[in-house]
């Protein structure tokens, strides 16, 4: 695993010289869509007895911005390393594909956990929550946050421009996680849609995730951890895939 | 002994475009070897091919007797690549971006690895700007702290893919005295270049490629003696006229005619014609060839002259100095 250390010790620092971008700026959007959403819908929506509609979306909003981070550090590294050129310091040297993998995965995760960190931190004044079986809440933030890591690798690797990074990122990535029940049940959904809902992956990150905060959740989260963990493994070895035979890296 | 580099039958296609075809070379060690050819004649993608960037279609490179390929990891270790292009990364300082690039293979941090940055940020004068952001420096820096990546993991062969395009001079001359040093300490160097000059006075052996063939590939010192002419250059006094016999064979330029000949012996019966047609000069010199007469001349494929190869570089050359030429 000969510059897996410093592939990885670099993306971390890449990410954290450009905090209050990074880290600070996702926080603060979580917090204001935690505002507006509770100030309207705190009296009219109520998903599980005795969770009030604030407590329900904060894990929902920790996840879905830990997701979108994760996804954001590889897919955004890769491309800007692409376009201008500084790939070739990483493809000159002996790394292996896998630990190109692991490096870009593993600081994304760093990232997105950090980001859910920080909103967690930040809204836990402005609800009680339950901390019921936090195994679930770690499983749930690392495997969601590494299926989304690899798919910001793939997207920084097929993507030439900054153009087609944008375009993976607002028609897949953000209808994925948005429609996802970060903000309702699916429960609440008309029964066409719910059937939909149990077509997207991230449905189950969060719904798993949530479990592990109330106890409470849509589906079990065995069957979440099953779906969750297989989509981790195929994205994984696609990734691995890709990276070994060096897919739109070495000509 | 091991080459530094042996290329052998390499092929690359990128569509309908030929980049390499059948390429074959041998660089020794400790030599300062130079590739030189048009744009779009395949330096680049040998380049890259060496360095692991392009996967071949057919062929197998060597570095010091690692497979690029099967044993990509000694393969990488032994080379030091300068790209072609000003690439930068833009988070980090010039000391962050050489201390990463030695972890990428795989130094640790120890003193040995500071002290080995601190001496080549000394000798690229690039010490008073170790703590300044990339984005900050001027492009002849950001040049050298690509020549300085290329030399953290202290290389045995070292390949600059045109490091002086659009470099001033100074920079240019420092360049190349600390590459000649390197030279001299045993490293092996690779040369691209369009300044034909530089290639003249630093490579010790020369590979000319065109449309992704070696068209000549010898000592600079046999090229320039195998391809390049000298020349007598005559300036005429006003009114003047070459007698014809000279005419035939002279050609015009700026102002002056140039007599091409090979053996000087050739330069009496010139001035007897001269002398004896009382045609008058008012300047008279005698050219010595450089590489861009023979650059320009096997480009042009006027092989006519020289013994031509059925094979391609390596394959067909013998050691240093018999001249091979593929047409």
Redesign the interface.
Known sequence: M??F???F??EV??FW??GFQTVAAPVITALLYLLIFSHVLESRVQVYESVSYTAFLVPGLVMMSLLQNAFANSSSSLIQ?KV???I?????????YRAFYLAYVLAALVRGLSVGVGVLLATLWFAPLKFADPAWILVFAILGGGILASLGVIAGIWADKFDQLAAFQNFLIMPLTFLSGVFYSIHSLPPFWQQVSHWNPVFYMIDGFRHGFFGVSDVSPWQSLVIVATCFVLLSMLTLGMLKR?YKL?? | MTSAICVRQVAKRFGSVEALAGVSLDVEQGEFFGLLGPNGAGKTTLISALAGLVRLDSGHIEVMGCDVVADYRNARRQLGVVPQELVFDPFFSVRETLRIQCGYFGIRQTRERDAWIDEILENLDLASKANANMRSLSGGMKRRVLVAQALVHKPPVIVLDEPTAGVDVELRQSLWQFIRSLNRDGHTVVLTTHYLEEAESLCTRIAMLKAGRVVALDTTANLLRSFAVHALRLKLAPGATLPPLLAGRAQEKEGAWSIAFDQYTEIEPVLAELRASGCSLEDLEIGKPDLEDVFVRVMRGKEGRFPASSGNGADAAGPPGTGTVAG
């Open positions: 000969s510059g250390p410093t592939l010790y670099k620092l890449r010289k450009v390393s201008t050129g500084s070739i310091f990483v493809l000159l040297p002996p790394i292996s060096g070495r000509a």
